[in-house]
């Protein structure tokens, strides 16, 4: 059976030492981290923590051994040993997520056992132990999601829209799962048979060894993962974020930083927008640049340090504004309040205005140009669409695999719309070409895309050519339909925010209070918005993660008031 690394980025699979996985702690750091658990004895062969279990507690190591074990799916095997002065856990410690491992002693011996609060505690408060900790909590799920260690298996195939669906879901939430290519497997129709799945069922989950998800959505993923379960939707916080791009993760970062019960909802997966960019090369500390995905992955990680919640596959459906404590209404009628919210739901590509488009998307349309997409077109032709830093970052990283890469702008060039360092790039690329003022008008092919139509104002006639593959970042919607009326918009669905609005707008509103607005502040007191979403935003990651940050002190304002 062939299996494939679902990793996104090269840099997982990197071999990591062990020293770097399971580092030994000095005896002053053994003493700070074991006084902050409970020491009991242990048995060889007792089992300290079952991986369906959620993760509320670790384990550190006084005297004895702990065996790891994982791979219950292909058959469970000790994946990694401690020792002495050693520690368990990784990020489902932060989140309280079911685990993937069991852990067990493998010897007679003692431990303490650190629940979750008090390792919040100590990554806030012990700056050398925080370091220790959290560096192998970040490590150790690298090198799960590098080798597949995780509590998934999907099924499927490089020709199904819902197998990249899925693996992109999985994917931008970081969590390890096992591919098998139905198109590269030869004895593959064993597994199915196991599970009583056909290849007309793909993409298949298996989800925790025993429950089959055929073609699932993903909410129903993120329920059978059991990604929310941990999280109190009814609790009223300090302060709600809707959405989880760079303006959101920076709000939560400074608002639980400072001491705010914080919650997020993400609709789809940290990272939004800026979550699907190949390279971001112009934002302040990454001089070798970052991707989206890596950039957001760390926030997140940042977020649940300082104990922010973030409910995942859970998009916001309406804002109910009659009252306070505002609420935010997600799917199944359920009800998130807070005492302040800060919208960044950010904004989506504009569509491609032509038939059939919604046949080919996740089958040869995409809407982002990561590790995962590349994949599927290597060595192939392809087409970029948009004149901004997202297209121009994903014609570059797809000139790396891809054979030949065009770029279609409606525009007479580049210079207006996009950075001169990705300007300069794609001119000295031999493999891409610029084609200005062109668009497509038309796509063809059966269940995945095989022929694209553009249109040339200085030809005279359409050309056709055999290209499966087409990146569409052009334009921006505003994600504000679920707003219903609460809040001033302006005429391309962007909110309206401190001094943008008018008088008549917040006669409309009703503003109540003797105040202005403040600089992020909605027609609607206490109610923020930052990043993508907000008319007159600059559409740049720094741009995003200094509303969402300034934000959180306006956030103070209000709840002082």
Excluded at 157 to 167: C, D, F, K, P
Excluded at 235 to 243: A, F, M, T, Y
Excluded at 337 to 345: F, S
Excluded at 408 to 432: D, H, K, W
């Amino acid at each position: 059976m062939t299996v494939s690394n679902p990793a996104e980025s090269p840099s997982v699979t990197t071999p990591l030492r062990e020293d770097e996985l399971f580092p030994v702690l000095t005896p002053a750091q053994l003493e700070r981290l074991v006084a902050q658990g409970q020491r009991r004895r242990v048995t060889a062969g007792e089992v300290l923590h079952e991986g369906s279990e959620h993760v509320s507690r670790f384990f550190v190591l006084v005297e004895g051994r702990i065996e790891v074990l994982a791979g219950e799916s292909f058959g469970e095997r000790v994946v990694a040993l401690t020792r002495s002065g050693q520690f368990t856990g990784e990020l489902n410690v932060l989140s309280g997520r079911r685990g993937f491992v069991r852990v067990r002693a493998g010897a007679d011996g003692e431990i303490a056992e650190v629940d979750r609060e008090h390792l919040l505690s100590i990554v806030q408060t012990d700056d050398e132990l925080s370091g220790i900790l959290m560096r192998a909590f970040i490590l150790r799920r690298v090198e799960l999601i590098a080798r597949g260690l995780g509590d998934v298996v999907l099924i499927g195939s490089t020709h199904s829209a819902g197998t990249l669906r899925v693996q992109e879901f999985l994917t931008r939430n970081s969590h390890p799962y096992t591919y098998v290519d139905l198109d590269r497997s030869p004895d593959v129709q064993s597994l199915l048979d196991r599970f009583q799945v056909t290849v007309a069922d793909v993409p298949v989950l298996i989800c925790r060894s025993d429950v089959v998800l055929k073609n699932p959505t993903n909410v129903e993923v993120a329920n059978c993962l059991g990604f929310n379960e941990s999280i109190d939707e009814a609790q009223v916080r300090d302060l709600v974020i809707v959405g989880a791009g760079p303006s959101g993760l920076a709000a939560a970062v400074y608002g639980a930083s400072e001491g705010l019960e914080v919650l997020v909802v993400e609709a789809t997966s940290p990272g939004g927008q800026a979550g699907s960019s190949s390279r971001i090369e112009n934002y302040l500390g990454f001089p070798a640049g970052v991707s989206g995905q890596e950039l957001a992955g760390r926030a997140y990680v940042q977020a649940q340090k300082f104990g922010a919640e973030v409910l995942i596959a859970k998009g916001a459906t309406q804002l109910s504004c009659s009252r306070k404590p505002y609420a935010i209404e997600i799917e199944e009628g359920v009800r998130v309040p807070g005492r302040t919210v800060i919208i960044a739901t950010g904004a989506e590509y504009r569509k491609l205005g032509v038939d059939k488009l919604d046949a080919f998307e996740g089958a040869g349309v995409y809407y982002g140009a990561t590790f995962v997409e590349s994949r599927l077109c290597k060595d192939e032709e392809v087409i970029v669409v948009g004149g901004g830093n997202s297209a121009g970052q994903a014609a570059v990283f797809l000139s790396r695999s891809a054979r030949q890469v065009y770029v279609l702008v409606r525009s007479g060039g580049l210079a207006e719309s996009m950075s001169r360092y990705l300007i300069r790039r794609i001119e000295r690329s031999p493999n891409i070409e610029l084609l200005t003022e062109t668009e497509i008008v038309g796509l063809a092919g059966n269940d995945h895309l095989e022929q694209v139509r553009w249109r040339s104002r200085w030809k005279d006639a359409d050309e056709t050519h055999a290209i499966r593959h087409v990146f569409v970042m052009t334009g921006a919607v505003p994600s504000t339909k679920w707003l219903d009326g609460c809040i001033a918009l302006d005429p391309g669905g962007f909110i309206k925010t401190g001094p943008d609005l008018t008088p008549e707008d917040l006669a409309t509103a009703r503003w109540p209070l003797t105040r202005p607005p403040y600089f992020l502040e909605t027609s609607l007191p206490g109610v923020f918005a930052v990043g993508d979403v907000r008319r007159g935003s600059m559409k740049r990651v720094a741009s995003a993660v200094g509303e969402g940050s300034t934000a959180v002190a306006f956030v103070h304002q209000v709840l002082k008031e």
